[in-house]
């Protein structure tokens, strides 16, 4: 049975920092890219990153590039994505997703990916 885990979203203020982790377990970890969408209410789930299966390579959507930084570890199974400088409009639920695909264009698609977690809150606030 495939389980992604997301950890680590709080509420925090404007300006402060936060890790979140994806735990993955039964599925090839090291073959799959991995990557992070948000959701806020009422609006379409977002592409914010994704690495590749085997970390070399990782793309970022605008609005997130040069503040969030996406790494993986292939001996325990986990995505981490580092979000410096938040803000406001960076709250969301965050989802992380694996993937059997490679290709930024199609791995910025919610489409892409086959399997999802259960998504962990992050609240920034001014």
């Known amino acids: 049975q495939v389980q992604l885990v997301e950890s680590g979203g709080r509420s925090v203020l404007a300006g402060e920092s936060l890790r979140l982790s994806c735990k993955i377990s039964?599925?090839?970890?090291?073959?799959?890219?991995v990557g992070w969408f948000r959701q806020s209410p009422g609006k379409e789930r977002e592409f914010v990153a994704v690495?590749?299966?085997?970390?070399?390579?990782?793309h970022y959507s605008d609005s997130v590039k040069d503040r969030f930084f996406v790494s993986r570890d292939n001996l325990n199974n986990i995505v981490n994505l580092q979000m410096n400088i938040l803000n406001p409009e960076d709250t969301a639920i965050y989802y992380c997703?694996?993937?059997?695909?490679?290709?930024?264009?199609?791995?910025?698609?919610?489409?892409?990916?086959?399997?999802w977690g259960q998504g962990t809150q992050v609240s920034v606030s001014s």
């Open positions: 997703g694996a993937s059997s695909y490679s290709g930024r264009d199609y791995l910025s698609l919610a489409n892409g990916y086959e399997y």
């Open positions: 039964g599925l090839y970890f090291s073959s799959s890219s």
């Open positions: 690495i590749s299966w085997n970390g070399e390579r990782a």
